[in-house]
């Protein structure tokens, strides 16, 4: 079981309750997709996706971003239990979509750039800490039930 | 770094104090992004320009070359967080990319 302190619970809380999912998830999916361009062999019916500018103004990767931070609010709701509120998604990515799992962490890692550059001198690196290890936690109980 | 990635304070256990903010930490950070300018300066031979410092990571320091990605990605945080409208995703992968050049130079003496 993880264990969360009070300041890791309340930062998290505090970061999604400030974030707008409809502006934050569409930037750190299209920020995953520019920077780490091979994310994009799993988007192949996504349309145009050939350039930056395509694909931060392509609606079906805005529309999958705040599908994937929404995914996230599982997590905010239940981290005592991220482990078992994941498995059924694990299973997905890992049966159904077959993404490799060191891809979590990319787009984590842009996510919390995305969330960094909105959140200015609130985003200390103690709020950092608390984000990244939530996201960690998630990242490993996406990739449990891979085999 | 030191605070999101903990593992990284055992290079640092030489410092009274590895607080953000503190008189070493502040210190040392200035120092590397001054060794990240000198790549800047370098950047079309980045092997060449870095020679030096890699035989210091490398056979003074014995840094775990892993941690100079730990180190990119939390580069990349401060700059997101300091110039959020410049650091655009292209911007970001074109930095993120030379970061990984200056990660692979900075690796180059090890073995």
């Not at chain 1, 302190?5 to 400030?18: A, L, N, V, W, Y």
């Not at chain 1, 993404?99 to 995305?114: E, Q, S």
Request: net charge neutral; proline share 3%; charged share 20%.
């Amino acid at each position: 079981m993880v264990e969360w302190t009070d300041f890791e619970r309340d930062t998290i809380q505090d970061i999604f309750s400030k974030i707008d999912y409809d502006t934050v998830g569409p930037a750190a999916l299209a920020r995953c997709l520019v920077v780490y361009p091979w994310c994009q062999r799993y988007f192949g019916n996504f349309g145009n996706l050939y350039n930056a500018a395509a694909i931060k103004s392509n609606p079906m990767v805005a529309k999958h971003g705040t599908t994937i931070l929404h995914g996230l609010d599982r997590a905010v709701k239940n981290m005592d239990d991220i482990k078992n509120t994941y498995a059924e998604l694990s299973v997905l990515h890992s049966e159904k979509l077959h993404v490799d799992p060191d891809n979590f962490k990319l787009l984590t890692d842009c996510l919390t750039i995305v969330v960094a550059g909105q959140m200015g001198k609130d985003f200390t690196g103690e709020v950092q800490a608390a984000f990244q290890k939530f996201l960690a936690v998630v990242v490993s109980s996406l990739g449990r039930q891979y085999h | 770094m030191l605070t999101v990635y903990p593992q990284t304070k055992t290079y640092f256990s030489h410092w009274s104090d590895l607080s953000i903010g503190s008189g070493p930490v502040k210190a040392h950070g200035k120092k590397v992004m001054g060794g990240v300018a000198d790549a800047v300066a370098s950047i079309d031979d980045l092997t060449g320009g870095l020679q030096a410092k890699s035989e210091l990571h490398a056979f003074k320091l014995r840094v775990d070359p892993a941690n100079f990605k730990t180190l990119s990605h939390c580069i990349n945080v401060v700059i997101a967080n300091m110039f959020p409208k410049d650091f655009t995703p292209e911007a970001h992968v074109s930095f993120d990319k030379f970061l990984a050049c200056v990660s692979l130079a900075l690796s180059d003496k090890y073995r």
